[in-house]
């Protein structure tokens, strides 16, 4: 078992890894409505899973 997986639950969502297609989700539903500069972070990005 991996030490990541052990400290999961303890590591707050916008500081875990991320999944590159989560990353690619995020961006593509918010690229196209944004205006100027925009922050997505981690958290916001990845799904709704524990």
């Given at each position: 078992m991996r030490v990541s997986?052990?400290?999961r639950p303890v590591?707050?969502?916008s500081?875990?890894?991320?999944?590159?297609a989560d990353v690619a989700?995020?961006?593509l539903r918010t690229v196209?409505?944004?205006t100027g500069d925009q922050l997505?972070?981690?958290g916001e990005m990845?799904?709704?899973s524990p």
């Open positions: 997986s052990l400290l590591i707050p969502k500081l875990r890894s991320i999944a590159a989700r995020a961006l196209p409505h944004s997505l972070l981690s990845q799904p709704a």
